[in-house]
């Protein structure tokens, strides 16, 4: 019993360490890079071909 | 290593299971916060980024493009609006901005490496800078203008009458505004070395080749001019596209015949192509226009427009052995890709016949103003015009 409870707190703090890991890491970096790969995907283009027009 | 391993496959069991002890609620509303915050976070650094202040937080912005734009009305005007830097050269459009952000990855690249720290290496690259954003302004059709100025809402009837000609041709060809407003909000770059290269690099081409006496040559740069084959002190210069036809050489220097015009009245000093015709193919010192042993005297004849002699002077001097060229097409080829680009760039330019020689030089001086050329290619290519102006040319009007 006393086991169980103590694996289960682990569990727990496991699962939000994790979760404000995520969110607050993460997820934000991931998102600004693919923002970045998005822009830099863009550049590449422009060189290859020709930048935009209106 | 192998610590960092297992706590990533731990991690991955609890990411990819359902959570036991977080509830589906905590979850979506923690992750939805920090979507609020992350996207708050985001734009704010994205406009933090898009602000004056940012941009000239680099030395070299703020010593020279920041200090350049001050003077110009972009900077301060009767209506107090300004054009900040991002409004310029940050595009409006997102997809296009986050490019422009990516390729500013470079800048910072750039500043670390102290690529345009001083005054003398951002002038170095001013040429190749502003050509960066003269291709960009010329695919957009001059976007980031347009943005503020639009042809639609211009009161053409407001404009000066000359402005009025020029803006109403614009609009109709829907022209981009860059075509003609270069240099408008910083200062331009120097352009005459690239052209000097041209002009210079076809002479330098062109060296250590041999000469045959008898045969003809025309200068590709202002050249000086010898009395002998020792001399060091030079007696003039001949302008770019002269012909000279060559009677000896001696050492590294060639002794050349050259056939031309000059007022008979006051010292002589300007050799001109042909009777009356203000073309200039060498201006000469005082001592030397005046030095009978130099030249021979020819026909002479009374220009009725001015009232004044002119006589043809055949003058016998001495060049250095540089680069001449045989066949002045390639001259005037060079001259004519250099006038279609730096003249077009305001304009339509005047048809070469559409003028006489002499009357090019005013036009030519006129124009002048606007562009920024060196000595060889203004001679060369006035000359040009000149050459191929009404009085020269078959297909005049």
């Known amino acids: 019993m006393n086991q169980q409870t103590s ?12 979760f404000i890991f995520l969110t607050v890491f993460l997820f934000p970096i ?17 060189i290859l071909f020709g930048l935009p027009t209106h | 290593m192998k610590k960092l391993f297992s706590m990533i496959a731990r991690s991955w069991g609890v990411f990819s299971k359902p959570s036991k002890h977080i509830s ?3 979850i979506t509303c923690g992750a939805f916060l920090a979507g609020i915050i992350f996207w708050g976070g985001f734009n704010t650094a994205l406009e933090a980024t898009n602000t004056e202040a940012f941009c000239i937080s680099c030395h070299s912005m703020e010593e020279n493009n920041y200090k350049e734009i001050q003077s110009t009305i972009h900077w301060s005007n009767r209506s107090g609006v300004r054009a900040t830097c991002p409004d310029c050269h940050v595009p409006h459009k997102w997809s296009d901005k986050m490019a422009a952000k990516a390729r500013a990855s470079k800048d910072v690249f750039g500043w670390l490496l102290g690529t345009v720290d001083t005054k003398e290496k951002f002038e170095a690259k001013r040429l190749h800078l502003a050509q960066n954003e003269w291709a960009r302004f010329k695919a957009n059709g001059s976007l980031e203008c347009r943005n503020c100025h639009d042809y639609k809402s211009m009161d053409f009837t407001k404009m000066s009458e000359k402005a009025q000609v020029q ?20 200062h331009l770059p ?25 045969k003809e040559y025309y200068s590709l740069v202002q050249t000086p001019l010898y009395k002998d084959e020792k001399e060091t002190e030079y007696l003039g210069v001949l302008t770019p596209a002269t012909k000279f036809k060559v009677i000896a050489e001696s050492g590294n220097r060639l002794e050349v015949e050259l056939v031309t015009w000059h007022k008979a009245k006051g010292y002589g000093r300007v050799l001109y192509f042909d009777f009356a015709k203000n073309i200039v193919q060498a201006t000469l010192s005082k001592e030397a226009s005046q030095d009978e042993s130099l030249f021979v005297r020819g026909d002479k004849r009374e220009d009725d427009l001015t009232g004044l002699p002119w006589e043809q002077v055949t003058f016998t001097l001495w060049v250095d052995k540089k680069g001449y060229e045989e066949n002045l097409q390639n001259i005037w080829d060079y001259a004519k890709g250099a006038y279609q ?5 305001c304009h339509t330019q005047p048809a070469e016949g559409h003028f006489d020689a002499n009357t090019w030089v005013g036009m030519f001086a006129g124009m ?17 015009l000149q050459n191929h102006s009404s009085d020269y040319s078959k297909d005049a009007h």
Do not use: P
Not at chain 2, 167 to 185: F, P, T, V
């Open chain 2, 341 to 345: 680009t730096t003249c077009s760039v």
């Open chain 1, 30 to 46: 991931l998102a600004t890079v693919s923002v970045f790969g998005y822009g830099f995907v863009i550049w590449m283009s422009h």
């Open chain 1, 7 to 18: 694996s289960t707190g682990t569990e727990k703090k496991g699962e939000w360490k994790l």
């Open chain 2, 24 to 26: 589906l609620g905590v």
């Open chain 2, 368 to 384: 002048q103003g606007f562009v920024n050329l060196d000595g060889d290619t203004h001679d060369v290519i006035l000359k040009y």
């Open chain 2, 167 to 186: 803006m109403r041709g614009a609009a109709e060809r829907d022209q981009s505004c860059l075509d003609c407003h270069k240099g408008i909000a910083h």
């Open chain 2, 190 to 214: 120097e352009m005459d070395t690239t052209a000097i290269s041209e002009l210079g690099k076809m002479a330098k081409n062109l060296e250590g080749h041999s000469f045959e006496v008898g």
